[in-house]
């Protein structure tokens, strides 16, 4: 088997791997992701057992859908715990790469749980639509404050069809209304957005994410499928 330290960076990664049974160590840094891909590649050619350790980074998905792809195992380690496992506090690639390496050589590697792909993906929808509704109010937040400091306080009633009315007439000066278009313009192509993000989320299958963080939307709910996405009024 080869085991692999990897000491991942966006731009490269510095690795210090190890054939358990030449007992042949060597050291490489590896540019993404053209000599990173092929240095894999070159092991999965070779028929070679890899176990790649890391430190759970949200910036190596493709390295983790090639190391997916070859077969490869994949650990993924808690950063702080491995920093905490360090004798020496001095820190280099290098030195971080030997660090991952030997709490793998030596059973100690701090692996996580990490959600599958397909878990992962969904939440990608979740974000998406949290992020679309964060627009979406920061943008009716504009509108209110328009309306208000021209004595339209409507509060919710601004984003019914008279309240919206009313808004729409109201007499602005030039970049002011231009300012008033543009916004309402956004929020009719939020709408609709957020409203096809929703009926995503409510497709049968969409309660596969399990997620305990406890995060919150903009909007008041929970960042999980199984959520009823709601509305502002």
Known sequence: MNIVGCDYHPGFQQIAYVDTETGELQEQRLPHREEAERFYRDLAARKATVRVGMEASGHGRWFERLLAELNFELWMGDAAAIRA???????TDRQDAQHMLNLLREDRFPRIWVASWENRDLRQLLWHRHRMVQARTRVMNQLQALALNEGLGCNKRLWRERGRQQLESLTLAPWASCRRRQLLDLLDRLNPTIAELSQA?????SAAVDDTSGSRCADGTGLRADYRGRQPV
Not at 85 to 91: A, G, N, P
Not at 201 to 205: K, R
Request: cysteine-free; aromatic content about 0%; overall charge positive.
């Open 85 to 91: 496992k360090r004798v020496r506090k001095q820190r």
């Open 201 to 205: 989320i409510e497709q049968p299958g």
